[in-house]
């Protein structure tokens, strides 16, 4: 399935070292799929409630809607 010149992987001490062809992907690419990475091993640790995550959703949009009301009504 892959060409070995495409891409190699080796493990050095605590780190996973990936060499690819540059012409394998696009540096913005590879950004967002590492994003998706880190994001992915962050939510696996969580400690995050469902119910806690809507609660701090529910803070955010207070919050954000408090900075922003004066823009959507003529009496703030």
Do not use: C, H
């Not at 939510?43 to 955010?60: D, F, H, N, Y």
């Amino acid at each position: 399935m892959s060409d070995p010149s495409n891409y190699s992987i080796t493990l050095e001490n605590q780190e996973i070292v990936v060499r690819l062809n540059r012409e394998l992907i696009d540096v913005d690419s590879l950004r967002a799929f590492l994003d998706y990475l880190e994001l992915e091993s962050i939510r696996k640790r969580s400690q995050l409630t469902v119910e806690q995550a809507t609660g701090l959703a529910e803070e955010i949009d207070r919050a954000i809607w408090d900075s922003i009301q004066s823009k959507f009504t003529e009496n703030s």
